[in-house]
């Protein structure tokens, strides 16, 4: 069984600074894509940020030069460095992997259960 647990979140002051940790466990093979989604009360998730095993990474507009996606695939944990916070990045953060459990099985995208990010004085 795959699981992927977020932490780190909380509340902060605006232009503070958090950072978000996903840890996928279980019975993994391998992991391709990570990536970070967020959705705030009556709007659909959006993607905020994401990596490939590579390295690659891709952010959304609204957080570039502020986020910063990484990733420990040691660990197979991604890492979500969010500096200068703004009231409207005030959402609940998913992370969620490709990945797959063994070497004749097919990626499947696995999801963990989010953390609320607040930013708010």
């Known amino acids: 069984q795959v699981q992927l647990v977020e932490s780190g979140g909380g509340l902060v002051q605006p232009g503070g600074s958090l950072r978000l940790s996903c840890a996928a466990s279980g019975s993994i093979f391998s992991i391709n894509a990570m990536a970070w989604s967020r959705q705030a009360p009556g709007k659909q998730r959006e993607l905020v940020a994401a990596i490939t095993s590579g390295g690659s990474t891709e952010y959304a507009d609204s957080v570039k030069g502020r986020f910063t996606i990484s990733r420990d695939n040691a660990k197979n944990t991604t890492y979500l460095q969010m500096n200068s916070l703004k009231p409207e990045d005030t959402a609940v953060y998913y992370c969620?992997?490709?990945?797959?459990?063994?070497?004749?099985?097919?990626?499947?995208?696995?999801w963990g259960q989010g953390t609320q990010v607040t930013v708010s004085s």
């Open positions: 969620n992997a490709d990945l797959s459990v063994g070497p004749r099985y097919p990626e499947y995208d696995y």
